[in-house]
């Protein structure tokens, strides 16, 4: 049986890496919502080259795979002269893929707002901007949550992929204790995903919670 | 140096064209470990054993909320402790296939819970075992109308094929990487990955869109003429 002692010693630079992860985490989070919004708006905008370039920014990021991404933003940014901190590189990248997906989230919430809503605006005379902020997107809003608790439990997961541009987050830690301590890989290892699990939990829970509410809501 | 080389892209694309045979035979081969545990998954998930039931709940809650590249390195390099050591490229399609199953059990729930209830009871009143109720009445119903949902996930499988590169796979992104480092030139080799990741997977996409409007018409044709034999029905 494995000693407490051991865990206790592993855990300290495990959580040195969950700094990072949480950081590039929040990070991302911000930059995936505000990427969402701008990209769902700009899918339904009237004006037709906005909505092309939302679409091809929306297709190609959800096309590609994050890691190729990634490796993309980190590897060739610099050629054109733009170094990047791995760090920086995570962000951009974490926040472009998942933005895309999210952006889908923005724009089904908006579609489902009901006909009568945009004509009422309308017939009280708002301005567009009006209308999207005072009557639509406080109503999508509601529908939009528990689909940004789930982008946001993806990219939890997504996370782990910086540790592949030597970013020094929780998997890479992992790794590198692993390095030298080869014969706790298995502790190490168990350690790493209950980490994340713990740093999951608390959005799966508020995922199921806002999942119930927008059901009584409706019935 | 130019920033784009054309000569260089024609001399690395074969390379990375031929790896992408890789990346697709682990997409499917994991794939088809994902559909049978998750069938495996959700048939259990319904047993009335209950201890049996909420492992396999807290399980599948587990293997979802953790990174996938976290369990690729903990099958490939935890395992051989246990005295099993694979290969890189199986070591992968485990670890992935594992965790879209998953996926694939709460999509299997969803059309086992949409057969009606009639149709389990009319199984077992024809005195039907547990075997023939599931694959003569409940599964044949069930799996049609999900086909599009698993595709959706055959298709995010395939892009999360990359993450074999971790573990030493040498598919279409561990192909460009080594190119790369070999001529120091990494715009190329990354961009043709990219290039055939959307070449692959946008189509596909769209046809599981079209599949998906097809079989919700089907759906809604069918209720069309349900109802109408109602409305017939009392005026004879």
């Known amino acids: 049986m494995i000693s407490i002692n051991t865990y206790l010693e592993l855990i300290p630079s495990l959580l040195d890496g969950a700094k990072v992860t949480i950081q590039v985490l929040l990070w991302s989070l911000i930059f995936t919502f505000i990427i969402a919004f701008i990209a769902g708006l700009g899918k339904l905008s009237k004006w037709m080259v906005i909505r092309g370039i939302s679409t091809v920014y929306i297709e190609i990021f959800r096309g590609t795979s994050l890691l190729v991404q990634l490796f993309w933003i980190y590897f060739v940014l610099p050629l054109f002269g733009m170094e990047l901190s791995a760090m920086t590189a995570g962000v951009i990248a974490m926040s472009l893929c998942y933005g895309a997906y999210a952006s889908e989230i923005v724009r089904g919430a908006i579609l489902s707002i009901p006909k009568g809503q945009y004509e009422a605006a309308i017939a009280l005379n708002m301005t567009p901007f009006q209308r999207m902020k005072n009557i639509i997107l406080p109503q999508a809003f509601k529908i939009m949550l528990p689909g940004f608790g789930n982008i946001s439990i993806e990219l939890i997961k997504g996370t782990a992929l910086v540790s592949l541009i030597t970013l020094s987050d929780l998997t890479y830690q992992a790794l590198t204790l692993r390095n030298t301590h080869v014969g706790l890989t298995t502790e190490i290892f168990l350690s790493l995903l209950i980490l994340y699990f713990f740093i999951a939990l608390p959005l799966i829970l508020f995922v199921r919670w806002m999942e119930r509410r927008v059901q009584v809501g409706r019935a | 140096m130019t920033i784009w080389s054309w000569d260089y892209t024609f001399e690395v694309f074969p ?159 561990q192909t460009a990487k080594i190119a790369g480092s070999a001529s120091f030139r990494y715009l190329e080799p990354f961009t043709i990955v990219g290039f055939l990741f959307l070449v692959l997977s946008y189509p596909s996409a769209l046809l599981i869109k079209q599949l998906e409007v097809h079989l919700n018409r089907r759906k809604k044709e069918n209720k069309a003429k349900k109802s109408k034999v109602k409305d017939v029905a009392p005026s004879c």
């Not at chain 2, 054993?49 to 587990?62: D, H, N, Q, R």
């Not at chain 2, 485990?94 to 149709?119: D, F, K, M, N, W």
């Open chain 2, 15 to 173: 390379v990375i064209f031929k790896a992408m045979w890789i990346t697709l035979s682990a997409t499917i081969v994991a794939f088809a470990l994902a559909m049978v545990l998750g069938i495996i998954l959700a048939v259990l998930r319904r047993s009335s054993f209950k201890p049996l039931v909420w492992t396999i709940i807290g399980l599948s809650e587990f293997i979802r909320a953790t990174p996938p590249l976290v369990q690729l390195f903990f099958v490939f390099y935890d395992l051989p402790f246990f005295g099993i050591s694979l290969s890189p490229f199986v070591a992968g399609v485990i670890g992935l296939g594992v965790h879209y199953s998953t996926y694939c059990a709460e999509i299997y729930r969803s059309g086992i819970e949409s057969v009606p209830r009639g149709q389990w009871e009319a199984a077992t009143a024809l005195n039907f075992s547990r075997t023939q109720r599931w694959t003569k009445v409940i599964l044949p119903q069930a799996i049609p109308p999900i086909i599009p949902m698993l595709g959706n996930y055959l298709i995010s499988m395939f892009k999360d094929t990359p993450l074999l590169s971790a573990i030493t796979v040498v598919e279409m992104l």
